[in-house]
């Protein structure tokens, strides 16, 4: 087989093989980057921040619904 394989044949295979690499790879990136657009999304919303949680997003509008019901059930 490798007799009848020339190498500037197979020098065109190695660049073919290298460039569908590098375009399931690049199609990887722009997945990856999709994800970590969606989880700073989802991090915004639920109010995540480095430091802990915010004092905005789903999470803090969870917890003072959850002090002023805490507040009805005790009046």
Do not use: C, N, P, Y
Not at 16 to 28: D, F, P, T
Not at 29 to 38: A, H, I, T, Y
Not at 59 to 70: G, I, P, S, Y
């Amino acid at each position: 087989m490798f007799e009848t394989v020339t190498q500037k044949e197979l020098r065109a295979q190695m660049e073919q093989h290298l460039l569908m690499v590098e375009e399931v790879l690049g199609g990887l990136d722009q997945f990856v980057q999709g994800l970590e657009r969606r989880i700073a999304r989802i991090e915004q919303g639920l109010g995540l921040e480095a430091e802990g949680i915010s004092a905005s997003g789903w999470v803090a509008d969870l917890q003072r619904m959850k002090a002023e019901l805490a507040k009805l059930r005790k009046s």
